[in-house]
């Protein structure tokens, strides 16, 4: 069960709508989350050549209003284990700042080799990967953290330790591209979990541990 926390600020003005319920990555996005299949080789390198493509522009994206859902997920979103954190789709890194100040160790993970090009060498160690085969044991992360990043259930759960949480943002909300609701992640998840949602600036989130 997801328990939706209050919101504490007020939604900003002018949050941009990029994205509904029939735009093609949405629909990658449920389909992956649902069906390890729909991961095809084909699709992965559509998804690093299309990501290779933006991520000279990036980082513009990094508004306030972008990054309080983060910040609001580590505020709230429980007690937050200091072992490893994995960050998924790290992208040019505008979170993982945020997300050394918390952890001990930050992966920040990305399939797109130009976006870590891109992205400063610290904080946290860069790495080019697909998170659909992370290179990680078993049991090994304290926390996993997808900003605006795929989902991929089965090896989530595979890589997460028994206490260990998942943070799910959705930094522009229902109109974020790479979008799940909370009641979505829970649901696509392996075994049963709980945890909290919310909202700030234009996004959402959700913070996730094994029942």
Known sequence: MIKELPRLDEMPPDRPEMAGPDHPIRKMTQQIAFD???????RKTKVAELFDAMAPEWSKRA???????????????????????????SGTGASTPDLADHFETVMALDLSRE????APAQPGH???????????????????VLVNALLF?????????EQGTLIWVSSLGEFTPIYLAAADVDKAMPGEWSGV?????????????RS
């Open 115 to 118: 976006m870590l090009r891109h």
């Open 197 to 209: 949602a919310g909202r700030a600036g234009w996004g959402t989130w959700a913070a996730l541990r």
């Open 126 to 144: 860069r790495v080019q990967g697909d998170a659909s085969t992370l290179p990680l044991a078993d049991g090994s992360a304290a926390s996993i």
């Open 153 to 161: 259930p089965i090896e989530m759960d595979r890589v997460l330790a």
């Open 36 to 42: 390890p299949a729909a991961w095809t080789p084909e």
């Open 63 to 89: 508004t306030i209003e972008r990054r309080e859902p983060l910040r609001d997920a580590l505020a709230r979103g429980g007690p937050l284990p200091r072992g490893l954190c994995v960050e998924i789709g």
